[in-house]
């Protein structure tokens, strides 16, 4: 069966850093598009990073470009979301996604497009 495992999530202070892994198992990891979505209580899951199958394309969401970095290994079958300079507002669960399509712009933003979820990694970041 397949499986999205997060973790290292945290309470961290306003500007800390902080690093998320997802450990896939159950699929062919290469073949897969990964993408980083995040959930606050009440609001509507939104993205926030995906990367191609390769790692060679990257994308981001405008609240995080510059702050965040996501990653992969392949050889590890984990996807990486590096976080610097957090903010109160980064607070949400936090969700790994696989895609099975070819990495596209708009397809990566949506959360439909993605095959398989985690169950999340708390982030919460005080002022």
């Known amino acids: 069966q397949v499986q999205l495992v997060e973790s290292g999530g945290g309470l961290v202070q306003a500007g800390d850093s902080l690093t998320l892994s997802c450990a896939a198992s159950?699929?062919?990891?290469?073949?897969?598009?990964m993408g980083w979505f995040r959930q606050a209580p009440g609001q509507e899951r939104e993205f926030v990073a995906a990367i191609s199958r390769s790692g060679g394309t990257t994308y981001y969401a405008n609240s995080v470009q510059g702050r965040f970095t996501i990653s992969r290994d392949n050889v590890k079958n984990t996807e990486y979301l590096r976080m610097n300079s957090l903010k109160p507002e980064d607070t949400a669960v936090y969700y790994c996604?696989?895609?099975?399509?070819?990495?596209?712009?708009?397809?990566?933003?949506?959360?439909?497009?993605?095959?398989?979820w985690g169950q999340g990694t708390q982030v919460t970041v005080s002022s």
């Open positions: 996604a696989a895609n099975f399509a070819p990495l596209e712009y708009d397809r990566s933003r949506r959360a439909s497009a993605y095959e398989y």
């Open positions: 159950g699929l062919t990891f290469s073949s897969y598009a």
